[in-house]
C-alpha cells in the first residue's frame, strides 16, 4: 500500500498547488510533439486538482538545455497540447521564478492553470538549490507541493526534493499508481511471473537482472544486450553492438542462471536467431542468421543441406532484431506466465517501414505485443517500462491495451531495484 500522504489525503480545498509534473516529451524538428503520453497521464490528477478549486501551476523539464535561450527545449507546445485534452485555457509564463510568474499567478481564481517554463533554463535546479526552490515557491505563491512527475523521482533535484521540502509535500495520483503498480509487481506478483529485458548496455539495467533473476520464473534477454551474451558464449557476432567491457558481467550473469536453475524450475533464455543486415537502416537487404538450433535453416533448406553463411553473422553484419524462431519461443513462454514485466524494445524497432506498418527490425517487438496482447489466448497482467518501449507502443496506439505502461525509465528500473527514490521519499507520509 502506498505509503505517502496523496491530494485525497490532505485539505488542498481553494489552496495554489505547485504541480511537478513530467512534460519531457519528444519533439521533431519543427517543435511539434510527437507522443503526448506522458501529458495524458497527468491530466486526471489536474482534474482532481480542478475540482476541488485548486490554483494550478504546474512547472517540469524538458530535455536538456544548452542555455537559457534553448527554444527547442521550450514547453510552449506542452502548454497548447494540455489546453487541447483539458479544452481550457493554459496561461504560459516564460520563466519559472521572478516577476512574470508572480504577475501571472497573483490573480489566478478556482480551476486556473499557469504552466511554467522549462525549469532546466536554470542551472540551479540539479544543483537542488534550495534558494533556487524559495524563488520559485516566492513566486507562485505555492501554498501545497504535488509531485506528479514519476519519471523524474530518482533525481533529487530543486522541483523534486528541496520544494518538498518546504511546503507540505503530496503525491498525485499518477505518481501514486506507478509506485503502487510496480512496488506490487516486485512484492507480490501474480505467478508465474517473467522478465523481458532489452535494451543496449548491461550496465544499464545489471541491478534488475539480478533481481529478477532471484524474484521471476523466467527471464528473457532481447535487444542489443543480447548480443553481449551471446559473444560471451563464443558466438559470431560481427558488428553488432556490443559492450565488450560487461563481457565478462554477462557470464558471470549466466553462471548465476545456472545455479538457480539448479535450485529452482526457472527459465533463461537467448535469441537463438536474428535479422542481420549491413546497414542500419530500412532499405539495405535483411536476412536471418539461426547461430543456435539451426532449424530454420534446416526447413529453408530441405532437403539439401543448409548453406554455411545461414546458420554465421558475417563479419560486416549486425544483429538488429531477433529472429522468428526466437519471435514463437518467447511468444510460447508468455503463454505459460501470469505476469510479464517488459523493458527494452528486440531490435532497432524505430525505423519505419517502406512497405506495411511494420518497420524491418521490429518483428520481434511485434511478436511479444501480439503474445502480451492475447494473440495465442493467455493474456498476462503486463507491465511495460523503458523509453523505447513505451514509445513503441503509444507510436502504435496500444497503450491502452496493456495493464501498465510506465512513464518513468530511470525511475522504472531504480523502484524494480528496491531503491529509495528521493522524490518520493521527501513526501508528507500518511
Known amino acids: 500500500m502506498f505509503s505517502k500522504q496523496t491530494i485525497y489525503d490532505y485539505d488542498i480545498g481553494g489552496k495554489k498547488v505547485l504541480v511537478r509534473a513530467d512534460y519531457n516529451v519528444p ?62 485555457d493554459i496561461v504560459f509564463v516564460s520563466d519559472c521564478v521572478g516577476d512574470n510568474v508572480r504577475k501571472a499567478t497573483s490573480e489566478m481564481s478556482p480551476g486556473d492553470i499557469v504552466l511554467l517554463e522549462n525549469v532546466r533554463f536554470h542551472p540551479e535546479e540539479e544543483k537542488n538549490d534550495e534558494d533556487f526552490a524559495r524563488g520559485i515557491i516566492a513566486s507562485t505563491g505555492a501554498e501545497v507541493f504535488v509531485q506528479d512527475g514519476f519519471g523524474v523521482v530518482h533525481r533529487a533535484h530543486a522541483t523534486t526534493d528541496a520544494i518538498a521540502r518546504q511546503l507540505p509535500a503530496l503525491a498525485g495520483l499518477l505518481l501514486e499508481r506507478e509506485v503502487d503498480t510496480i512496488t506490487n509487481v516486485m512484492q507480490d506478483p501474480k505467478r508465474p511471473l ?8 548491461i550496465a544499464d539495467k545489471i541491478e534488475i537482472i539480478y533481481k529478477f533473476i532471484d524474484i521471476a520464473d523466467g527471464l528473457v534477454i532481447g535487444g542489443a544486450m543480447a548480443n553481449t551474451f551471446l559473444k ?73 543441406k543448409p ?65 502480451l496482447l492475447g494473440k495465442y489466448g493467455n493474456i498476462p497482467f503486463s507491465l511495460i ?38 522524490g518520493v521519499a521527501v513526501l508528507w507520509n500518511k
Open 27 to 88: 519533439l521533431d524538428k519543427e517543435g511539434k510533439i510527437t507522443s503526448n503520453f506522458r501529458i495524458k497521464q497527468s491530466i486526471p490528477t489536474l482534474n482532481a486538482l480542478i475540482d476541488k478549486g485548486c490554483k494550478i501551476v504546474i512547472c517540469s523539464h524538458l530535455g536538456r538545455p544548452k542555455g537559457p535561450d534553448d527554444k527547442s527545449c521550450s514547453l510552449k507546445p506542452v502548454a497548447k497540447e494540455l489546453s487541447k485534452l483539458l479544452k481550457k
Open 194 to 201: 517473467l522478465a523481458i529485458i532489452g535494451g543496449a548496455k
Open 232 to 304: 560471451a558464449q563464443g558466438v559470431r557476432v560481427g558488428e553488432s553492438l556490443v559492450d565488450d567491457d560487461d563481457l565478462d558481467t554477462a557470464r558471470d550473469i549466466m553462471k548465476r542462471v545456472r545455479s538457480v536453475m539448479k535450485e529452482r524450475n526457472f527459465t533463461f533464455y537467448l535469441p537463438q536467431d536474428g535479422v542481420v543486415s549491413t546497414e542500419i537502416d530500412n532499405k539495405t537487404k535483411t536476412r536471418i542468421v539461426d547461430w543456435d538450433t539451426h532449424d530454420i535453416a534446416e526447413i529453408e533448406a530441405y532437403p539439401a
Open 307 to 371: 548453406k554455411a553463411d545461414s546458420m554465421k553473422v558475417k563479419a560486416n553484419e549486425k544483429i538488429l532484431d531477433i529472429g522468428p524462431y526466437s519471435g514463437a519461443f518467447i511468444s510460447g513462454i508468455i503463454q505459460t506466465m501470469s505476469t510479464v514485466v517488459w523493458n527494452g524494445t528486440m531490435g532497432v524497432s524505430e525505423l519505419d517501414a517502406l512497405h506495411g506498418s511494420i518497420g524491418p527490425f521490429a518483428h520481434g517487438t511485434e511478436a511479444v505485443i501480439d503474445a
Open 385 to 422: 517500462g523503458g523509453g523505447d518501449t513505451s514509445g513503441y507502443i503509444e507510436d502504435r496506439k496500444l497503450t491502452d491495451m496493456f495493464s501498465h505502461v510506465s512513464t518513468g525509465g530511470g525511475a522504472s528500473l531504480e523502484l524494480m531495484a528496491g531503491k529509495e527514490l528521493p
